[in-house]
């Protein structure tokens, strides 16, 4: 079924076509089309709005809210890690990509200059102060800046694009770790962090890569949380228009030593809210922390041989090579 004529991508202006109507959102009762660009390839929820109220409702319930659970795992174990960006850099692969790209540019003329936005409860943002980065992590929730500064330390402020730029500090590197898929206006958020970096600074984002879902109507999470699903093509397409090189981070390294299971793309069926019509988490899902013996395994430096032969031992497919389910774009301005 095709779109109306008049329907463009608000990506790149080229024409979309309808791919899933009556999408369930995140919440029971919200529903939605998902379009597909014809030329860049992203798609997009229709409609394209925030629900803040979403928001806090996740951060409200976030120890057992699927997927999101995660994340306060996190926050409470890199308090227990000696070196928490090793940790988190084997706990997924947005994290090792980050990891990757800055301790690469890191040299011995000083510490980098780090600007993560959208940090969320902090745990990433201290990470990295660990190892050795100058860090601010900006937020636009005060819960989520409240918690972090609580737990962390003093590298947090809510602020907005427009205070970033109105405060006029620069930038050796610019962290937006599965963000921009949560963004409206994909353009204008992204130039106004461009204009954050230092000469020679770089800015990495990560998102859920459409790219290795052929025939996938919205492998990602369920709007209006995630707007946005793009690809390779669609980094592309930003990079040019922003004046931009990019590049793509190589994850064989990872996918080498981790095991992802490589699920095949669902279908509308599969698909059902997080919430209910108040707000509630339908389905709870709370993480424990991580043993004794997890975490000495860790420090004998033997858990990727663990987690390789346990690897092994699975029949399911897997992940393997440069792409993965999610993709790093290295983005740096030639103007």
């Known amino acids: 079924m095709r779109a109306a004529a008049k329907d463009s991508c608000p990506l790149c202006g080229q024409p979309v076509h309808l791919v899933a109507d009556g999408f369930p959102g995140y919440r029971v009762g919200m529903r939605y089309s998902i379009m597909e660009c014809e030329s860049c390839a992203a798609s997009h929820a229709s409609p394209l709005l925030v629900d803040e109220g979403i928001y806090g409702q996740i951060y409200e319930q976030i120890s057992c809210v ?131 970096l230092s000469g020679e600074g770089d800015l990495i984002m990560t998102t859920p890569n459409k790219s290795v879902y052929q025939g996938g109507i919205w492998e990602t999470d369920l709007p209006p949380v995630h707007l946005w699903w793009f690809g390779e093509e669609a980094m592309r397409y930003l990079a040019a228009r922003h004046g931009c090189t990019v590049s793509f981070v190589d994850f064989a390294q990872y996918t080498d030593k981790h095991f992802r299971v490589k699920d095949q793309p669902g279908g509308l069926a599969d698909r059902h809210p997080i919430l209910d019509e108040l707000g ?55 103007w």
């Open 280 to 334: 509630t988490v339908i389905v709870r899902q709370e993480i424990a922390p991580d043993g004794k013996t997890k975490r000495l395994i860790e420090r004998a430096g033997a858990m990727d041989l663990l987690r390789s032969a346990r690897g092994a031992l699975q029949r399911k497919a897997r992940w393997r090579g440069a792409r993965g389910p999610i993709l790093a774009a290295l983005f740096r301005s030639t």
């Open 66 to 196: 699927p997927g999101y659970n995660r994340y306060h795992h996190y926050a409470g174990e890199v308090l227990r890690r000696p070196d928490p960006l090793t940790y988190l850099s084997r706990q997924e692969e947005s994290y090792w990509a980050v990891a990757r790209a800055l301790r690469t540019k890191r040299t011995g003329a000083g510490r980098l200059k780090v600007l993560e936005v959208g940090c969320g409860l902090g745990y990433f943002t201290y990470a990295m102060v660990r190892d050795g980065f100058d860090v601010i992590g900006v937020d636009i929730s005060p819960k989520a800046i409240a918690w972090a500064s609580d737990h962390y330390g003093p590298y947090y402020a809510e602020m907005t694009m427009e205070d970033l730029k109105s405060k006029g500090e620069r930038y050796d590197f610019i962290v937006m770790n599965q963000l921009i898929e949560h963004i409206p206006d994909v353009h204008t958020f992204l130039s106004d962090a461009l204009k954050l």
